[in-house]
């Protein structure tokens, strides 16, 4: 007779623990955590003093030597970015560089927390919301690609 191992209490318990642990894991939305992470990291230039993006690209130098960027203070604001007109800039700023070429950042994924093991939790945060993460701007987005970015309210 082949060896059993009894199946006990513990293993049942760990087992439900790990069901409901899984059960319970919200999806990350931009409610539960990315205006949060918007407003810690990125307000300061990303705020709603900042220009919508149609005002930065009419006057990006001026912008630029104000050190503003466009507005993401909403979540429309945000989306333009990340699924609209300016689609995957949001991506390609934040970027580690694991998706790109010359393995080379995004100019904002320094911004994205105080050292080595924030900045990956920031970005982790930011693809779990995002979903479809593609560094592609808005012209060169398939319909497949643009479906695929997630981005919930």
Partial sequence: M???RPFSALTLCSALALFAAAAQAEPVTYGNGI???I???CSECHGSDAPTIDQYHADK???KKE???PRMDTYENLMVMVNGSAAGAVMRRLDDGANTKDG???NMYKHLGKGDEARAAGLALFKSWIGGWSLKRAAEMTEDERKAILAPR
């Fill in 61 to 63: 130098e001026r912008y």
């Fill in 35 to 37: 205006a949060k992470l």
């Fill in 39 to 41: 407003e810690d990291r």
């Fill in 104 to 106: 080379q950042p995004g």
């Fill in 2 to 4: 082949p060896f059993r």
């Fill in 67 to 69: 050190k503003l960027g």
